[in-house]
């Protein structure tokens, strides 16, 4: 008998469920939000919106600390970006927001989610409504090429307190024009739709009172309200603006979808509260 016949049979080792991550670089916005990104894995797929699980290892050895994150990328990059909260007391994000290029974080393996295209039946607009953080996945989305090869037009709502708490504005408004993908269809087909609740600026208050106002069909040269036959709504952010814009939109007679079965309104929460 050989020495290898006598050896146990090797146990496979088990498989990390995430990722370890070099942070590549980070962004600080406001006292209040950040962005960073990692360097995507290769073997790592996702449809634009999704999201995964971001986290960082347990202090003192404990359980890691994990949370959902929107992925602030397209599904072709190689980048993969996020744009994060602080919260001050949070498990997470009290130590995420001091993260510095270098640094690792954990990334989940599994991205999921219905803020996703395939989730929408045919359409003509696409509306992408967020509040805060909740802007995330439509960076993702609007830098995807097929969001304009199905929509005609797509138009970014970010609703937030201040008007430093427009991250990304001058993306919206001038970077992604230059994307060497999208954007010129950007430039064509993307509107990019701020409004601010809590400080003076030309569209302010909250994006549901402006459809319910008719403001924001007015400011955009639209026929008032949403018409089941020509508009897609994506939402994401706080609780309570999902709530009631997706009441608002049933009004209109649009259906909410998921992946299993497409509808006019897909949602999601970009945070409990
Ligand atoms: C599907 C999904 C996607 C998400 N995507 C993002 C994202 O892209 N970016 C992001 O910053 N967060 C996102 N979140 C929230 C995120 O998972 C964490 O809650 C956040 O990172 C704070 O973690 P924490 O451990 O520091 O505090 P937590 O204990 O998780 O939260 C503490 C409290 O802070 C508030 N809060 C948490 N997150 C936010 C937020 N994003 N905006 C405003 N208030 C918040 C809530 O009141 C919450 O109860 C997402 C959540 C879900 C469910
Ligand atoms: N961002 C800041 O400047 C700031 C400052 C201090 C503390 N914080 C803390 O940070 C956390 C997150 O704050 P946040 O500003 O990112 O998130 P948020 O409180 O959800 O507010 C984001 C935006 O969503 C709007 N909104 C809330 N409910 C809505 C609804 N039903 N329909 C439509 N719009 C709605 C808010 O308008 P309204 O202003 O009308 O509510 C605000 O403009 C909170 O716990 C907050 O206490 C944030």
């Known amino acids: 008998m050989t020495d290898t016949a006598l050896s146990p049979a090797p ?24 962005s960073f990104a990692v360097a995507r894995p290769e073997d790592f797929r996702f449809r634009s919106g999704e999201f995964v699980m971001i986290g960082l290892p347990g202090e003192d050895g404990g359980k890691p600390v994990l949370r959902a994150y929107s992925i602030a990328s397209p599904h072709w990059d190689e980048q993969l ?11 997470l994000t009290s130590r995420l927001q001091k993260i510095v290029a270098g640094d690792t974080v954990l990334m989940g393996k599994k991205p999921t989610g219905t803020l996703v295209l ?33 929509f005609g037009r797509v138009i970014v ?68 309200g949403f018409d089941p036959a020509r508009d897609r709504v ?3 952010g706080s609780m309570a603006m999902i ?13 909410e979808g998921s992946n299993a079965e497409p509808g006019d309104y897909v949602l999601e929460r970009a945070f409990v509260g």
């Open 118 to 150: 395939d989730a929408l039946t045919g359409g003509e607009r696409l509306w992408l409504i967020g509040t805060g953080t909740g802007l995330a996945p439509w960076l993702s989305v609007a830098r995807d090429p097929e969001t304009y090869s199905r």
């Open 157 to 224: 709502c970010h609703t937030v307190r201040s008007v430093a708490d427009l991250a990304y504005r001058d993306f919206f408004t001038q970077g992604i024009h230059d994307d060497p993908l999208i954007g010129d269809e950007a430039r064509a087909q993307l509107t990019y739709y701020p409004t601010v609740t809590r400080e003076a600026f030309e569209t302010p208050g909250r994006i549901t009172d402006r459809i319910k106002s008719g403001a924001v069909f007015a400011d955009l040269g639209l026929p008032d």
């Open 81 to 91: 970006e996020f744009f994060s909260i602080k919260v001050p007391d949070g498990p």
């Open 243 to 255: 709530k009631e814009t997706g009441e608002l939109l049933e009004t209109y007679g649009l259906k």
């Open 234 to 236: 994506m939402l994401c």
């Open 11 to 34: 146990v496979p080792a088990k498989a990390s469920p995430f990722y370890q991550l070099e942070v590549l670089w980070v962004r600080h916005w406001t006292d209040q939000l950040f």
